[in-house]
């Protein structure tokens, strides 16, 4: 994966946590919440990086990038799929999961916001 910043990146957002529960994906949450997701293939190497944004701007990445696809696994309108050694931009990416963690989080009360943030 050419994205080798984007763990410690994803890591030092306030709140974020990440497992390995499910479909050995790699899964970076705010709580419950996934907002990015690095799948992983049979052999542990990355084979999609999954992330949330709003479904019009997903839609106008996926036609200027042929390495932006509808989520896999995902709910195509809301989620896409990046190919891990494409060639999206590394600010592209770090755009894209910042909007993603941002429209996460978002979906909590301005209370638990609070709390995740850490009264910031």
């Given at each position: 994966?050419?994205?080798?910043?984007?763990?410690?990146?994803?890591?030092?957002?306030?709140?974020?946590?990440?497992?390995?529960?499910?479909?050995?994906?790699?899964?970076?949450?705010?709580?419950?919440?996934?907002?990015?997701?690095?799948?992983?293939?049979?052999?542990?190497?990355?084979?999609?990086?999954?992330?949330?944004?709003?479904?019009?701007?997903?839609?106008?990445?996926?036609?200027?990038?042929?390495?932006?696809?509808?989520?896999?696994?995902?709910?195509?309108?809301?989620?896409?799929?990046?190919?891990?050694?494409?060639?999206?931009?590394?600010?592209?990416?770090?755009?894209?999961?910042?909007?993603?963690?941002?429209?996460?989080?978002k979906g909590f009360s301005k209370k638990r916001q609070q709390e995740i943030l850490?009264?910031?």
């Amino acid at each position: 994966m050419r994205y080798t910043w984007l763990d410690e990146y994803l890591m030092q957002k306030p709140g974020v946590t990440k497992n390995t529960e499910n479909w050995n994906w790699v899964r970076y949450m705010i709580g419950d919440k996934m907002f990015l997701a690095v799948c992983l293939d049979d052999r542990d190497q990355p084979y999609y990086i999954t992330l949330k944004l709003d479904p019009f701007e997903g839609e106008a990445l996926r036609e200027a990038y042929e390495d932006i696809i509808p989520g896999f696994y995902m709910n195509k309108i809301h989620w896409n799929s990046v190919k891990p050694d494409g060639k999206v931009p590394d600010e592209l990416l770090r755009e894209m999961a910042d909007k993603s963690y941002n429209l996460i989080l978002k979906g909590f009360s301005k209370k638990r916001q609070q709390e995740i943030l850490g009264g910031q």
